[in-house]
C-alpha cells in the first residue's frame, strides 16, 4: 500500500470517527436542551394548576375579598400562559382556553375540563422526562391528580356555602370526593379536615361555615402538598 493511499484512508476513518462523535455529542446536547425545556414546561404547568385551581375555586364569590383574589390570580395566569411551548413540545394548545375562562370565573365545568387537559400535560412531561432517567420524577401525575380531588371539593364547597342547606346535587358530589379522599390518604390532618366539612357543611341541616371559611380550610393543606412536589429537585413554588 502506497505512502498516500495508507494517509487517504486514515483520514477517512479519523473524518469518519469525528463525524460519529460530533453526532453523539449533538444528539447528547439536543436531548439535554430538550429535558430543560420539558422540565421548564412541567414547572410552569404544576404553577398554572395551582392558580387554575384557586381561580376556580373563587370563581362564583361576588365579595371584594374573592374578587380581589381572583383578580389577582387571573392577572398571574395571564403571565403563567404567555408563550406556551405547546407547539414546540408538541402539548395541547391550553393557551386558547384561557382567555373564556379568564371572562367566565364561575364556570366551574370549564375550569375542571382545562384542568383535566393539563393533568394530561403534566402526565405526558413526567413520562417523557422519566424515560430519560429522571427516575425521581415518577408519581408527579398522580399527586397532581389526588391534589385535584381535593381542589374540586373546596370549589364545589365553596358554591354549597353560599346556601343556608348544602344543595343535594352539590352534597353528592362532595360525598363521593370525600370517600375516594379518605380512601386513598390517611393523613390525620386531612382526615380531620374532611370530617369538619361534614359535619359543618355537606350533613349539617343548616350550613355553619361560610364561602370564604371553606376556601381557607382547604387551602393551606393544598398549597402545603403542592410545595412539597419536585420536578428535577426544584421544590412547586
Known sequence: MSPELFFALALGL?????GQLLTRRASQLHRA????????CLQRSLELLRALQK???LGAQNDVVSVSQRNALARQLDQLWLNWPGESLELAPLHQEWPLLRMKPADFDAHSRVIGELLQVIEQLESRLATRQHGSIRGL??????????ARLRGLAVRAANYGKCPPVLQEQMRTLCLQIAASDSDQQLQALLEQLRSELIEAQATRIGPA?????LTPFIEQRLQGLQVHGQAVG
Open 33 to 40: 436542551t430538550l429535558s430543560e425545556l420539558e422540565g421548564q
Open 14 to 18: 479519523a473524518l469518519l470517527i469525528l
Open 55 to 57: 381561580h376556580r375555586g
Open 213 to 217: 371559611a371553606c376556601f381557607a380550610l
Open 141 to 150: 401525575a398522580q399527586a397532581c391528580r389526588n391534589l385535584e380531588d381535593l
